[in-house]
């Protein structure tokens, strides 16, 4: 491949494989066989090096540069990484590595079979759940994993929490943050995460899920699940975004617990929706006043300056 020089297959059999140049006048040409009948591995038996055709042959556009083969190449380089090349990097790759030139799509393509090769493919991950689930709650005392299927047993809904994280949120703010975010895989669906903080004003997982979108079924379900291991008391205050099917979920699933809205998506829907940038400085003083009096007046200026925002905070 990298001399630029194709081939075609002149047999191919369960117990032979013969190739010779895509030039029917050149010497150039390998036979492997069975080493045994019952064996699955082969012995290369013949096998001449040298083309003897003309370098008008070669093409660059190597019609064995497929995309299994390109993927079988570049697949070391996503080894223990978390992203590798990209398409680009992929044709970067064959030209350089295969002296080949590929399509975009079939590097694509290529780093899509190399991603299998390594991580396996989506299939094969949903299909290992529940062993990786037994697994976990083994050998992490506490865990609480579930899945949910549907009616055919297809995957529908995933929930994981550790047994460590559990046990130390005993000991955390009781202010838990949830939110969701769009996954880009095979199967799309919805991350769903909560998140506590602990003394140090940092993060602290506590608990994830996976779902097929943000809507009030599986937000429900979710938050059924987190109740079982936060409890629900009046001490307790859930953080999220004004979606509503949070809102409905939460007051059908937490019938003690207190929810908040978060001052940052407030903060970005104020400025989206309104245009107004200059009442931040109020709106975040207000956000973080101790007093009700500080409080009190900040939502007076802001009311007096810009009445709809005021209005929309209030609501």
Known sequence: MKGNFEFRTRKSNRSLWVIECIDPNCSWRLCASKIVPESTKFVIRKYVGVHSCS????????????YVVIGEQVAPQYVGVEKGPGPKGVQTFARTELGTQISYYKAWRGRKHAHTLIRGSPEQSFHMLPSYFHMLEKLNPGTVTRIEVDGESRFKYLFLAFGVAIRGFLY?????????????????????????QDGNGQCYPLAWGIVDSENEDAWSWFLTQLKEIIGDTDDLALISDRAPSIKKAISTVFEKAHHGA??????????????????????????????????????????NRYPRVAKYLEN
């Open 172 to 196: 955390m703010r009781k202010v838990v943050g949830i939110d969701g975010t769009f996954l880009k895989g095979q199967y799309r669906g919805v991350l769903l995460v909560a998140t506590a």
């Open 55 to 66: 370098l008008l042959n070669r093409n660059v556009n190597h019609r064995q540069a497929t």
């Open 262 to 303: 978060c001052a940052w998506y407030v903060a970005q829907n104020i400025k989206n929706k309104f245009k107004c940038a200059d009442i931040m400085g109020s709106y975040w003083s207000a956000v973080n006043a101790y007093r009700c009096e500080d409080f009190t007046g900040y939502m007076i200026e802001i009311s």
